[in-house]
């Protein structure tokens, strides 16, 4: 089920909401079962069969997660009873570092030799022993995402270089299975680094499964979600809360529908024009390029926006995943705004895992890069996914060794230019990564990117023609006439990205997402923002009025009449 | 405040939800909610023309027509439902631009399934949609058009807001349309693209014809079956012979017919080497026609052949320099006249109007019996057609090196 569906809209989510408040009334624990279970419904509306795939992963994880636990909890009481001299220990220290430093240092050197020994077996047998359940969970998560999602990547390019015959046979790529897959993952990482502390079943299961994230994330985190299902207030219904949710909602809904479906209609058809063998000229292919740069921007920022209202009205705050990411002036900048939820994920579970920066500045270039091809075949199994990592990764890698080469010179940040050029460059840079993840194979893109230099001739407005008269030396040269429409879109595309502030920024005062103020703060930089925008942003200040309501209303209303359209036939000569 | 908030926004929304419905149930801008048309205001209806594809299918499945016309392009502006032959009969023509034989099926297939079989089909064939590398569907077809609830999510729906919206200010300012309420392009949408001159409008269809429709990219290729590495889907021929068969099932009667395109678009694909392609798909239709009827255990449908050089395929063009001369039967090389339909409807149906007379070497009705006599006959006739039009032909000829040398990825058929 799509959050952008009448279905989604008209049934589930009111049946859901007034199910859960109404429920919540007599019972806390029914109400999150109430909710784990609208959310199972939620995944199986689109197969059924793939819910007990779900559940499977659910009671996997969370019986090894627990196993991890339990063992990482006994160890932890072994070594407080066995060393009760220790000291320094604190509470919210993680276990497994907890024990291998109490084993490799203060042990030894504190307590009596006879003590020490028979404490260190049980330990190291019991740390032993969690290491490897984890080892075996991640990998049985890592083989079933691996043959829902790579099976098929692998063998065709096995049999491509090395001429084998292997088949696959049909493999459906279950629904948001590698959201589900990461957020175990960590579960279990942390679980074995003792920061796991609710284990409570109904709870798991509805952080996983919650439905707002499910299909198109943000990538969430145990820590931060599941407390707040234990929350007793949770289920009260809360208004303040249902306002700003669900403007949140018609908000992300209009985005949604309203623009990235409207770009998608230019981006689409050129793309697949080109995938067939088409070669555009200039216009076309920046305009396909910059459409699905902001196509893909609108539609995943629409997605995470709805996904955050809609949890708001159920009391639950979700982290913030966009925050203006074309405003980045730098790659490393553009990473901490797009899609950070993923970001954080990679940076916390491989980037510091491989090493992050503590082994020296190749190492700390190599385990980006590592990083970014992994994070580009998250994406896709495909090779024009590993090679938008790889870009981006090589991007990384320049925009470090450019701000350790400014630092070692002593050059500032510059002034307002060149802040604007390096937004310009920092933005050319991804337009051009997303063309390698957008095209269907590399030829593809290459195509694109050709015919964005402008090597492939260019095109004019073919309103133009009848005034140019004979144009057959255009042709000669390489010039002709195409359809221009989409302009408007694409210019209101860029209005909203650059000029207006984002959802976040509209919403700040009544803290949308779980961020705490103080680093929500930080991220936005408002103190240092000058009067003028200052005001502008506040021009944009969302607030409970009766004028905004039915600007609201009405706006939702277009949403939902968009989600019926019209396909037209456009037509791009090339 | 917030408890109020909240409310004013549910409220609101379906307020206007409504309001924007009535305004496109009033205004039924694709003729689907039979409305009351207010000239000036409603009565004219040029958004059904500017998405053929929604308005046709939506409405030929609502309306179960006793007579059903499918094809392409050339049967929706030459074939006219209100010809006289279908009388008092319920018509629609449902033959839409560039529509491959899948949607032909689509319809098919769904007012079979509406309990609509039509008792009388129409279907012209065109050559290219049997180009098993040229498959791709129009990328304003929809699967949704096919789903009976279509028009009423339309209701609620901003494109049709917009289209209602750009129908009355048509209607204010005297925009008619160039698509009836029964599916026909009516000539007038050819007006405006024949200033350019007749002749040019046949140059430039036949340059579009050589540039991208007998190779079309990404494969440079045509042929009728698929190669073995190729084979993911159905080809074309296979999605006509299963509208076949559902016709067979349907009880229907279909006349099936390759349309009257002008002997320069013969040319073309002479010029291109698919002549002999061109003779074999003419065959399997045959085939597949009376091989399906022995499944069924009926009659085979009846296939006639227009295309070719005949009196009314090789009327003279006029020359470039003549911008204001008309056609009787064409409006370019590839697209017929409803003058030129009218003389197939008398054809296949034997119809002999008071006021036209079908000329004899125009139509022949083909079986697997005459199918070799009447092909040679064409290529006789072809030989004849090549030593009176020298300058036809040069011209072709000229179009299709220079298309060689300009196509991005190497033509098969034509030389450089």
Redesign the interface.
């Given at each position: 089920m799509l959050f952008n569906s009448y279905v989604f809209i008209f049934v589930f989510c009111p049946v859901v909401f007034f199910g859960f408040f109404h429920i919540g009334k007599y019972s806390h624990a029914l109400a999150s079962l109430w909710l784990a279970a609208a959310s199972l419904f939620f995944y199986g509306w689109w197969d059924i069969r793939y819910v007990s795939l779900l559940l499977g992963s659910i009671v996997f994880n969370y019986a090894a997660g627990y196993l991890i636990g339990h063992r990482i909890a006994r160890t932890s009481i072994t070594v407080r009873s066995g060393y009760n001299t220790t000291a320094g220990l604190k509470s919210d220290q993680p276990q497994n570092e907890l024990v291998s430093q109490s084993v490799s240092q203060s042990v030894s050197q504190s307590v009596s030799q006879s003590v020490s020994q028979s404490v260190s077996q049980s330990v190291s047998q019991s740390v032993s022993q969690s290491k490897i359940l984890l080892a075996v969970a991640i990998a049985a998560n890592l083989i079933l995402l691996g043959y829902f999602k790579y099976a098929h990547f692998f063998a065709d390019n096995l049999n491509h270089f090395a001429g084998t015959a292997l088949s696959v046979g049909q493999v459906i790529l279950p629904l948001g299975i590698s959201f589900f897959t990461f957020t175990q993952i960590a579960f279990l990482v942390d679980t074995y680094q003792g920061k796991v502390k609710e284990f409570n079943f109904v709870y798991y299961t509805l952080f996983v499964t919650y439905f707002p994230h499910l299909i198109a994330g943000p990538v969430l985190h145990h820590k931060e979600m599941m407390p707040q299902f234990a929350k007793r207030n949770v289920c009260h219904i809360n208004?303040?809360n249902?306002?700003?949710g669900?403007?949140i909602f018609?908000l992300g809904l209009a985005k949604k529908v309203?623009i990235a479906d409207s770009l998608a209609e230019f981006a689409t058809?050129i793309f697949n024009a080109v995938?067939?063998?088409?070669?555009p000229m200039l216009f076309e292919a920046w305009f396909g390029a910059l459409a699905y740069t902001l196509q893909l921007y609108f539609d995943f920022s629409a997605y995470s926006d709805m996904a955050i209202g809609i949890s708001l009205m159920f009391n639950v705050r979700l982290p913030m995943n966009f925050n203006s990411p074309y405003k980045a002036t730098n790659i490393i900048d553009f990473w901490r705004r797009w899609h950070m939820t993923l970001s954080r994920f990679l940076r916390d579970y491989l980037y510091i895992p491989l090493g992050g920066s503590r082994h020296g500045k190749a190492r700390r270039f190599l385990n980006l890069f590592i990083t970014m091809l992994l994070g580009g075949l998250w994406h896709g199994a495909g090779w024009t996914f590993i090679i938008w990592g790889a870009l981006h990764g090589f991007y990384l890698m320049v925009n470090h060794a450019w701000r350790a080469f400014k630092e070692k010179m002593g050059w500032s940040e510059g002034g307002k230019l060149a802040k604007l050029c390096a937004g310009a460059l920092t933005f050319l840079a991804v337009v051009v990564g997303w063309v390698f993840f957008r095209a269907d194979s590399f030829s593809s893109a290459m195509t694109m990117l050709h015919s964005m230099a402008g090597l492939n001739g260019m095109s004019l407005p073919t309103s133009w023609e009848g005034k140019l008269g004979q144009y057959d030396w255009l042709s000669f040269n390489g010039v002709g006439f195409a359809v221009k429409e989409g302009g408007e879109i694409l210019t209101l595309g860029f209005a909203i990205i650059w000029l207006l502030p984002n959802v976040w920024q509209m919403f700040q005062v009544y803290r949308p997402t779980c961020e705490d103020l103080k680093e929500s703060h930080s991220l936005m930089d408002s103190k240092s923002l000058p009067a003028l925008r200052e005001k502008w942003l506040r021009l944009f200040q969302w607030q409970?009025?009766?004028k905004?309501?039915?600007a609201?209303?009405?706006l939702?209303?277009?949403a939902?009449?968009?989600?019926?359209?019209?396909?037209?036939?456009?037509?791009f000569q090339f | 405040m917030m408890k109020k908030y909240s409310i004013q926004v549910i409220s609101a929304a379906p307020l206007i939800i409504v309001l924007f419905a009535s305004i496109n149930w009033f205004v039924d801008p694709y003729w689907f909610y039979g409305s009351p048309e207010i000239s000036r205001l409603n009565k004219s209806k040029p958004l059904a023309g500017e998405n053929p594809r929604l308005f046709e299918i939506v409405n030929v499945l609502r309306r179960k027509p006793e007579v059903l016309i499918i094809g392409t392009s050339r049967e929706d502006s030459g074939i006219d439902p209100k010809n006289e032959i279908f009388r008092e009969r319920s018509v629609f023509n449902a033959a839409i631009s560039s529509q491959p034989f899948v949607e032909s099926k689509g319809i098919l297939e769904s007012l079979s399934k509406r309990n609509g079989n039509p008792k009388q089909i129409i279907l012209g064939l065109l050559f290219e949609n049997a180009n098993a590398y040229g498959y791709s569907l129009p990328a304003d077809y929809s699967i949704e058009n096919f789903d009976q609830s279509r028009p009423y999510k339309l209701l609620l729906s901003l494109s049709t807001l917009k289209a209602s919206a750009k129908t009355v200010v048509k209607n204010i300012i005297g925009h008619s349309t160039t698509t009836a309420g029964d599916g026909f392009r009516t000539p007038d949408q050819w007006t405006e693209q024949l200033l350019i001159g007749q002749h040019k409008a046949f140059k430039d269809n036949e340059r579009h014809y050589l540039l991208d429709n007998h190779f079309p990219l990404p494969k440079c290729k045509n042929a009728l079956l698929l190669e073995q590495d190729d084979i993911l889907s159905k080809t074309p021929m296979q999605e006509l012979r299963e509208a076949i068969a559902i016709a067979y099932s349907m009880k229907s009667d279909m006349r099936i017919f390759i349309g009257p395109s002008h002997a320069r678009q013969w040319e073309t694909i002479q010029v291109s080497r698919l002549w002999s392609q061109f003779e074999d798909w003419k065959r399997m239709v045959v085939q597949m026609v009376e091989a399906e009827a022995k499944k069924a255990n009926t009659k085979p449908f009846e296939v006639w052949d227009f295309s070719g050089y005949n009196s009314i395929t090789n009327e003279a063009v006029p020359a470039l320099t003549d911008k204001t001369s008309r056609m009787r039967y064409y409006y370019e090389s590839s697209h017929y006249t409803p003058a030129a339909g009218d003389l197939v409807l008398d054809r296949i149906f034997n119809y002999h109007a008071p006021d036209r007379t079908v000329p004899a070497d125009f139509g022949v009705l083909l079986t697997s019996q005459n199918i070799e006599a009447h092909l040679a006959h064409i290529r006789a006739a072809r030989e004849q057609y090549r030593q009176t039009h020298h300058d036809d032909i040069a011209e072709i000829e000229a179009m299709a090196r220079e298309v060689a040398r300009t196509k991005h990825c190497q033509i098969t058929g034509i030389p450089k």
């Open positions: 208004w303040d249902v306002a700003v669900l403007s018609v309203l058809p995938a067939a063998g088409g070669q409970p009025t009766k905004r309501a039915w609201t209303g009405v939702f209303a277009i939902i009449m968009g989600l019926t359209r019209v396909s037209e036939f456009l037509y | -």
